[in-house]
């Protein structure tokens, strides 16, 4: 079984059903299936093998529905990109990952064709709504939206459950983004597992806001409801009246989102619209304030079940279920087929109660970062999957998250790993070195601060430096303040206190 056979299933079971609707257009399932197949043939066409990874470098859209199973009918590994990021950034995936070509829309496209520039290799790029006024390069396509007549003669390749279908970029708690290799049968796995909770079925409607290159929207909100035949509504981004209007006008029944979209919404006044549909929230990505629940919950009427996961746990751990006992500040009991254990520093199992680092296993776990033996070797030992995030369990078997064991920041539910945007502070010819932490934010969850400490007779200002981040960092990684000290708290081995850098705020 592979997501190819999920999505054939569902396209013979419901053909001509919506799978995927923006604003005024739909896909259906008979549609998106073919359009899939004939960009599959395409990229085998110009050179992608099973095995091969190809980048996915598109906003919410159908089309990303399109590239998505259309690299996977290649017989290729899907890397989806925040089309967010800058040439610099996606350049790393590149040099990382080595793909075969690359698949786009004319809006991406820019961002792509410069990162490729001097890789010193061809990466053909397929550009899915371009138009005549893209600039393409030779090797390069520009193709209808979405493909449509495109050449029969390839022969489907032979695809295993065992193959790796994603490869998802993960800055995880250590160095530099790593790609995490997500098997068919670890996606499958944890999407029967999480249907088993949430009872979902064809006649559902999704609405995805959340991004579709992240682990989240990708498997509960994108491949969860391909699975059993259900019609995903997409909005490119999190807009909270277009939000409300779609859930009215779609007949949406399950949203998902961040505690920032929630808290959003719950503080902005409730449309005089038909809201009798929608019967069911999910939350992840980052922890959930009780008070934001409430609030919501009393605004809207909806029950909100958070849950949680890493990207490399495909990514769904833990849920409150829907038709069983909610706990408010828990993210809930392990779902089906997945193990958890809260241990001590020396890896010893902790009794209820008792709060520790989360280990996970079961057949949704990662087969290992790409590239990274060594990383891989520290994350999966023993046949668990050791999360970085401490943790406790109560009696019933619910988990509470309760800190991170590094520093990773969450944004808006983003990773933000502070060594990267600390390194691109640190490229800078003022700066002699800088420190990057996470700050509370109301709206965002936390946001990034950092402190720099310039050269000896340079000099800088902080709108100098915030530019500087801007040209080399996704937005939602540029530190929101800077501020330039005389120096940073050490201890006496030399490594920077970062819990007495809040006090210097």
């Not at 079971?13 to 799978?19: D, E, G, K, L, Q």
Request: proline content about 9%; glycine content about 10%; charged content about 20%.
């Amino acid at each position: 079984m592979t997501l190819l056979d999920m999505l054939a299933a569902s396209a013979g079971r419901v053909p001509h059903r919506p799978a995927l609707v923006f604003r005024d257009r739909r896909l259906s399932y008979a549609a998106l299936s073919e359009k899939a197949g004939s960009l599959g043939r395409l990229l085998q066409g110009v050179g992608a093998r099973r095995g091969d990874r190809v980048i996915l470098m598109l906003p919410n859209a159908p089309e990303f529905g399109v590239g998505y199973f259309g690299i996977l009918a290649a017989g290729a590994t899907v890397v989806p990109l925040n089309p967010l990021l800058k040439a610099e950034e996606v350049r790393y995936v590149l040099e990382d990952a080595t793909p075969a070509a690359m698949v786009c829309i004319e809006m991406t496209y820019p961002i792509l064709r410069a990162a490729r520039e001097g890789l010193g290799r061809a990466v053909p790029a397929l550009v899915l709504d371009a138009t005549a006024s893209t600039s393409l390069q030779a090797g390069d396509l520009a193709l209808g939206t979405p493909p449509g007549d495109l050449p029969r003669g390839m022969v489907p390749p032979e695809v295993d459950g065992g193959d790796v279908a994603a490869c998802l970029y993960t800055s995880g708690t250590t160095g530099r983004p790593k790609g995490a290799m997500l098997t068919h049968r670890n996606l499958l796995a944890n999407i029967q597992s999480f249907r088993e909770i949430l009872h979902v079925t064809e006649e559902d409607v999704f609405l995805t806001v959340l991004p579709m290159f992240h682990a989240f929207a990708a498997t509960v909100m994108f491949l969860e409801p391909l699975s059993v035949g259900a019609t995903i509504v997409v909005e490119p981004r999190f807009a909270p009246d277009l939000t409300l209007k779609a859930i009215a006008e779609h007949r949406v029944t399950l949203f998902a989102g961040v505690p920032t979209m929630f808290a959003v919404l719950a503080s902005l006044p409730r449309p005089p619209l038909d809201f009798s549909s929608w019967h069911l929230c999910i939350s992840g990505g980052a922890p959930l304030p009780p008070a934001v629940l409430e609030a919501f919950e009393a605004k809207h009427g909806v029950p909100i079940y958070e849950g949680y996961g890493p990207t490399e746990c495909a990514p769904v751990l833990t849920v409150n279920p829907p038709l069983g006992v909610r706990k408010v500040g828990s993210v809930g009991p392990a779902i089906p087929q997945v193990e958890l254990r809260i241990v001590d520093a020396e890896g010893h199992p902790l009794p209820p109660g008792g709060i520790g680092e989360i280990l996970a296993r079961g057949p949704n776990v990662m087969q290992g970062y790409l590239n990274r033996p060594a990383e891989t070797a520290e994350v999966l030992r023993d046949g668990w999957y050791h999360t970085g995030d401490l943790g406790r369990v109560d009696q019933d078997g619910y988990y509470y998250i309760v800190d991170r064991k590094k520093d990773l920041i969450l944004v808006g539910g983003l990773n933000v790993y502070p060594r990267e945007v600390e390194l691109a502070l640190a490229s800078h010819p003022a700066v002699a070195e800088a420190a990057v932490i996470g700050l509370l934010d109301p709206v965002r969850g936390e946001v990034p601060k950092a402190l720099v400490v310039l050269r000896d007779g340079q000099q800088a200002d902080t709108q100098e430096l915030l530019q500087w981040c801007r040209q080399r960092l996704a937005n939602y990684k540029v530190p929101r303040a800077i501020a330039i000290v005389s120096q940073l708290p050490r201890t006496a081995t030399g490594k920077i206190l970062k819990a007495q850098l809040k006090t210097m705020t």
